[in-house]
């Protein structure tokens, strides 16, 4: 068992620095198709605006390294330091988080600057030869930032939802890949949604597993200790579950029959009238003419048949998979697959933005070299109940709630989504949501 | 009894549309201290954000004027007959009043390219020789882009009141006729606090009396038809109460004795957790170092102490007076005094944008010459209910959800506030709200 | 100007007593057709469990008249003294309403033991020569319980309709005057469904009128003063409105149709999903089916077609006045046509139970000798709000919150219902419930 | 690994029938203390009216043996077939679980003849020779029927705390062995509130264990299949925590400090005003004097303080464990320590309806012989959710419903409490709630 730490490896300043930019850059370029007002919007509980999760990262290495670690640094504005915190209790205290959309002041030249003195700071820190500690919280922070680029754009995409005039965050266009894919009549688009064949699932030996994070490369302490656990015998699905095969399941009256789903999913779909997954929509009386609104516009379902599924809660993971009879797989099944594996796929890089078909033809489809979509292209709701593993130890001081407190009421979701940042994900990676959650890019991959 | 329309005199084409522009420039000028990001914040469910006003009074113009008068009027932006309309259920479908914080698109250039689109073709109707009916709504669409102007100001403060920076509207200077006022601590703020002095009531006689407006120059249907109501004789008092008076009302425990308010008004005391008047603040557990917070800044109470206290519900005002062992005057006691003087006082064009004391040593307070403060400073709550008149028709077409479909329910506010626009108010002017609300500058006026 | 008081007339021992006890009795047999579980319900907010009613009134005396008149009165249990207080703060702490269904203890026993201990009291106060405040109060208890006897109809009724099985409170049976009427298929039911005829208006003269009490017999603090009033003349109906008109409405889209609602009432029909009166229900899809569930159980619509619509809100009967393009009355208006007349209906004393259709053939429908149904079958709703009437004074003591505090945000009700006991109604009685009330017998008479 | 069955061992009709009517008798007796208006309250959403209890149960027998299994049987009352469904979907519609406190109708004497007619059913059923999937599922209705015994008394003690009159369901009185208690100001009592002694705890060795039912005697579904779980050593309380220490708990400010506690506890901390755990009450302003309501009524704190504290929720167990440096154990923890010992403790059959202090003096408590109260006196909260064993598989059926369908947001509870039936329990037994669940006896054992 590794002890309870965050490691890091030994890296020059020269590469910390370069590997601090490389983050802060990709948060700003994010932001590239969004005006100052977009970035004011919360639409939902869930999200923030996108000028507070600006704000927030810098805050957060302000809060955890230049205040801890450069001694000779001035804040940027003595507010920002409670203005800015999330909900760390023991740091100072915090504004409600329904509070973020007043938040018109600071401006968003002002918070860029606050960006920029925090990036001045950093500069002059990872040149002094910081210490080790300063350096793993540097790598927290960078991951940390990396997190919030992820939630940016699920933000933005409710945002853009909830404005009735339902804007495009970035346009699909002739020059894209699956061009025609937005009118949904092409022959590409109908060929290609028939693409994702058959669900096949392979078989995996079970035993005695480790699992959880080894010592090299940083991690989050929720993938901390690694421990053994006992895994019996498991078949996995080669594939996520498509919105082709969503939809089947809404046309065989999924939504409307309580034996499929588990007590408090039925009371959800009750509550909040639910009949597809979020973000998709049709003309009333119109049982199949859906159209999914994405960060890339709108389209009709015919042209994301083979895509998966995505925005659907734990609830409707479970329901669809009782009613396919087959069940989600839990977090240890679905890490002793990943582990070991290369970590590619359809992440924030591809600038696709929203999920894509299984590789048409790969090998990977059709024979047991592994399953296809294991990283990127939608978070993964698994079997388990997000808790801590034996030994977990938070980290120290007011870090300690970044991951630890909210182990209650929570599932894991496994493998990283098309918004992740490429390098941010790996197979012992946790993340977390409660089960009715469905503004993030979460979808169902099948076990048995 | 008058015939039931809204009358306007004829007025030459120039003077209208001057009267027009002048309207139109005041709301952009009231917009000069807000960035395009204060302008998205909508901060309680009874405000808007500011953004959504601009578009939503030039969307009154089009739809109600342009549209119907102006045969050759394109659209700016076929989304926007319905994206603005803000309750007209008989017009178009329209957003839920909440999503509005989510419009950051259109963005505010477009808006304001909006209002220009609008003012355009309103100078070419209204230099084309307009029907008499398109000059009525023109004249209707000043008064409601006036009540906007108002809403702008009080939703603007609620914001920022909200923004935990707290930032000012317009900040308080030295060249400010009330300066030290601010610190509350010179000898010129101090005596001005007791300047008020005591509250004296004069008589009025009762008897059969006509109310509600005379066919001469604008109203609202609301103040249709004018006819005869049977008031008794009554006392009014000469001044509005102050802050320093509301003090001592909290400083009597009067938030914590049941037997002081209506039952409604102690379930909202409780739910709401009311201990003073909407922005009102004080360090915790000290219960005398009240601050108040305002379109100009945030203030000792012993500054504000002879000024009228405002933002108070119907219940706080109704329990005010009970405490005082006096009431609150009808609508008909209020008009009945006010019908005949001349409208002048604390309004927008004073640019104080908060209540001022009564001036001192004015004969009016000493004298039956008439009560101070009638319009202007604060709206002065009634206790009469929101209903028609006898014989009260609404406007034909979509126009009648102007004010008739809002009689139930609400409480009858007279006089106008310091941010109302001047000309906009008169005797017979009936502004309503629910009587839990808060964030108008609503005031109080004693009555026996 | 009367004086502020309730005034009652010189009155023997012996007939005081047989009042008091006429009262105590009726409420008992209202029992008779309930278990001490049924006594137990309370199937929401606005109703009490019937034992908390039987307690609460013998209460109302132990507190009002025995302890302040009766020197030598010791309290059947001393707890009762709380426990049993319904809303006079002044007068001890009390527990929450909800709280009421609670109280399986005291046992039904017990509640009887305590009315009969505190009827054992009252004899000996009657019996020795009582001070005149002392009469005055007995005769505000029996009024007051008078109102409980209605309300515990009231509450059973939501309890029987509550109770997935839908008791009876009593049956329909074949020797009461309208058999077939549970039919629904009898010639003489579809001919008593027309017999309602066109409703017919008269016309009534304005004027300055005095309203409210005058000196002679028992009223409530909230029909004083008797002052005067304008009235412009006006027209209203003979007969009150149908269910069968009532469901025209309804066919008409009447539920689904903004422009005939307030505001408030076009929310509350969405927020609550009515789609008609209270106790109306059909099955699935069936729109024309409806049955109405009664105090004598279920009947289908059809034998009520010439009945009186009853358990609609204020939102509804406004709301259907605007379908028929007229109003409904003032409570002045009301009062007027109403004084003078002699007081009779079908009230409690009938043993219906239910509205009941108005008399056929009666000249009083078809001339201008006076409206049908003014008293009993149903309490109309006005477009008057519950307000104090100029110069109201609340009674002194903790009594003064037997009404006062309860003026705001409710509607005026006026003549009594089929379940209001003879002689409790009279022409100035003020009801009042908040717009959005219908598990009261509560219908509509149209004015224009 | 066993099959996934509900297994019962062959018995005598005799035998069978003996075990059922004991059952049925128990829960009348349960019943004596109570009057048909206490059997009519449901004073929280968790609970349920005690006569609908004594309804369900009845159902249960009726529609899963007597109707599938009984050829001849005739329903006592089509009605109830769905009236007493408590959630099975998929066998009937059911009414809504908060209308069951207007089930006034039927009455108590009718649900005791239906008792009585389901009985006569079952008596037949039992001698003629049934078939084993009968027997299997009497079996199963018995312990349904334990299961609703506990929540009898659960339901009752709530129901009578929200009674403000506080009625107990049994008196302690001077021949309970515990005299004095009530009083707390013995001796005794005081000498009783240190007895529990400082808390030890024991090493127990990890490994790969088999948890879940063996094939022999009865076992819900949630027990099954028995499978392997890798475990680390672990530490474990001797004892569960008392009400002195959770007192000191309380005293040092542990429900005012967040990092004590999950975020989601946090929430519930705040949302639900706790400050001690239910039942727990004091004077105003007295932070020390806690009393504590029982169904043998209330006794100050000082008398309890040996004794398990109890009706706290998982954040509550889990906020004192982090308090006290400990954790709680996982579910598998508990059953590998449990399995194979005695099952005997404070339960049902002791008459004593509270938890009992440790058993003084006991080699148990100071020795490495096993933990003390491990069955019976409370639920102990664990650190596992309640999820789905690997190859779970639902009873067929609409019983598939009893269990799997909450395997949802809840946590799992291990070990009885005392007031569960004796021969209910066992070392697999997994009772489930949600983690804000307070009604329960539920308590808290350390690990660490």
Redesign the interface.
Known sequence: MTTVTTVVPQSAPQEILERYNRVRRRTLALCDPL?????????CPEASPV?WHLAHTSWFFESFVLRPFLPEYRAFNA?FSW?FNS?Y??YSAF?AKR?R????????DEVLHYRGWVDAGMERLIAADPRPEALRLIELGANHEEQHQELLLTDILH?FF????R?DYRAWSESDDLAGMKSGESDQAATRGAEAGRLEFDRYEGG?REVGRQADGFCFDNELPR????I?HFFLGRRLVTCGEFADFIADGGYRR??L??????DAVNANAWVAPLYWTRQEGDDRDWRIFTLRGEFPLQALAAVPVSHVS??EA?AFARWASKRLP?EFEWESVAEGRQISGNMLSSGRLLPAPPPAGSPSLYSGDGPAQLFGDCWEWT???Y??Y??FQPLPGSLG?YNG?????QMVLRGGSCVTPDGHIRATYRNFFS?ETRWQFSGIRLAR
């Open positions: 005006s100052a007002e977009d970035m004011m919007v919360q639409s000028k507010e203005l909900y209790q023991s504004p509070l959309s007043s938040f018109s002041r600071p401006g968003l945002a909830t404005n009735p005039l804007p005695l421990h053994r656990a006992w019996e309580p034996e789903w588990l007590s408090a999913g039925w734990f609830y479970d839990t079997a388990s109940a808790l801590p034996p030994g709630e407190k909210f182990m209650s009421g089960p």
